[in-house]
C-alpha cells in the first residue's frame, strides 16, 4: 500500500496528490573518484578538471521537478602546496543547475582551506578531508549536474588527492517543497 499523507490509501504503487514538503523524492548517488586531478594556480573558482580537461568530479540528478529543490553534498580530499611562502590555500565550492552548468551554487571560499606557518618563510603543504554541503532552491526543471569547484588562495597549488580509501564522493537528493 502506497499513498500520501491526508489522503486515502492507494493499493496501487506510485504517489496520489502531491509530496508532503520536505520529503526526499530521490536520492542519486555520484560515481566515486579516486584519482588525482589537475593541479590550479587560479584565484578563480571553476570545475575540478583532469590532465585531460574533462570534469570527472561531478554527479548528475534527472526528473527534478519544478517546485523541488536539490541538496548537494560533496566530500574530497583536498591538497594545497606553496613552494615559496608560509601560506598555503585552497577554497572550494559546488558548480552546476542545468546540464553541464556553470552557476556558483555554493563557494566556501579561502577559508575553506587554509594555514600559514608563521616564521617558515619556506615551503608549505595541507591536506585535509572537505565536506560541502549545500541547496540548491532554484534547479532547473529535468536535469542538473552538480561539479565540484577550486581555487588557489596566497599564490599556492591546488588540486584534488585522491586515493581508494577517501574518494570524492557526491550525494545528491531532491526535495520536494
Partial sequence: ????????????????GAWPVGHVIKTVYGTP???NS???????????????????WTAQITSVAASSHVLIIMT?????????????GSGWGIMGRGTGGSTV????????????????EESTALYNQITLTA?????????????????????????VSGNAVSPFTCTLMEIAQ
Fill in 38 to 56: 589537475a593541479a590550479t594556480t587560479s584565484a578563480t573558482l571553476s570545475k575540478v578538471l583532469d590532465g585531460s580537461g574533462s570534469a570527472l
Fill in 105 to 120: 551554487i555554493r563557494n566556501a571560499g579561502g577559508s575553506s582551506n587554509y594555514v600559514q606557518n608563521v616564521g617558515v
Fill in 33 to 35: 573518484q579516486s584519482g
Fill in 135 to 159: 541547496m540548491d532552491t532554484a534547479p532547473d526543471t529535468g536535469t542538473n549536474d552538480y561539479y565540484l569547484a577550486y581555487n588557489s588562495q596566497s599564490g599556492s597549488t591546488a588540486y
Fill in 76 to 88: 574530497v580530499q583536498s591538497y594545497a602546496y606553496n613552494a615559496t611562502d608560509d601560506e598555503v
Fill in 1 to 16: 500500500m502506497s499513498g500520501i499523507v491526508g489522503q486515502s490509501p492507494d493499493m496501487r504503487s506510485g504517489v496520489v
